[in-house]
T-cell receptor
Framework: AQTVTQSQPEMSVQEAETVTLSCTYD???????LFWYKQPPSRQMILVIR??????QNATENRFSVNFQKAAKSFSLKISDSQLGDTAMYFC????????????FGGGTRLMVKP | EADIYQTPRYLVIGTGKKITLECSQT?????MYWYQQDPGMELHLIHY???????EKGDLSSESTVSRIRTEHFPLTLESARPSHTSQYLC???????????FGPGTRLTVL
């Protein structure tokens, strides 16, 4: 079974600064996907970024980037130039490359961006 | 991204009532999922479907039931609501070519 751990229950960052959210996972699979989802106060789950395990290059989406360390089973999210709208819960998630496309979620990190 | 719709967005109902939470997607996705989430907590999978006439229970035991008669529609039903069912319910779907779950806006259910 896969597990996903987010060791930072809460974090805060000043507006315009950079913050990194941590995520580690445990799996015996070799092919899989990793995701970061954002859940603002509206509580909708919004995809932030996705990484395929077979790709060595770290994924980037505008101000969001990941540091994917496959051997260490680590998948951190870096948010650059933080904005007030980035305030949300952030969930790291793991998906095996099988027919079910099941997601395993971490416990979440609550990020507060301060003006 | 997928267009996934959930209705109602908010529901307050008394104990013992039967309720149906609606989830629809317009992308022709085969796989659909229902999650239950308490505020600020992680998501728990309660039901999933791989296609029409396919439904399975998820990791978290739930008294709810689901049906999948049409590809685009995956409703969740509680025959007799109880205060312990108070939670947010999120629906998601995956297309054959995406390998990414996209979520609807959720339904916040309160049972008095």
């Amino acid at each position: 079974a896969q597990t996903v751990t987010q060791s930072q229950p809460e974090m805060s960052v000043q507006e315009a600064e950079t913050v990194t959210l941590s995520c580690t996972y445990d799996t015996s699979e070799n092919n899989y996907y990793l995701f970061w989802y954002k859940q603002p106060p509206s509580r909708q789950m919004i995809l932030v970024i996705r990484q395929e395990a077979y790709k060595q290059q770290n994924a980037t989406e505008n101000r969001f980037s990941v540091n994917f360390q496959k051997a260490a089973k680590s998948f951190s999210l870096k948010i650059s130039d933080s904005q007030l709208g980035d305030t949300a819960m952030y969930f790291c998630a793991f998906m095996t490359n099988n027919a079910g496309n099941m997601l395993t979620f971490g416990g979440g990190t609550r990020l507060m961006v301060k003006p | 991204e997928a267009d996934i719709y959930q209705t109602p967005r908010y529901l307050v109902i008394g104990t013992g009532k039967k309720i149906t939470l609606e989830c629809s997607q317009t992308m022709g996705h085969d796989k659909m999922y229902w999650y239950q989430q308490d505020p600020g907590m992680e998501l728990h999978l309660i039901h999933y479907s791989y296609g029409v006439n396919s439904t399975e229970k998820g990791d978290l035991s739930s008294e709810s039931t689901v049906s999948r008669i049409r590809t685009e529609h995956f409703p969740l039903t509680l025959e007799s609501a109880r205060p312990s069912h108070t939670s947010q319910y999120l629906c998601a779907s995956v297309g054959a070519s995406t390998d990414t779950q996209y979520f609807g806006p959720g339904t916040r259910l309160t049972v008095l």
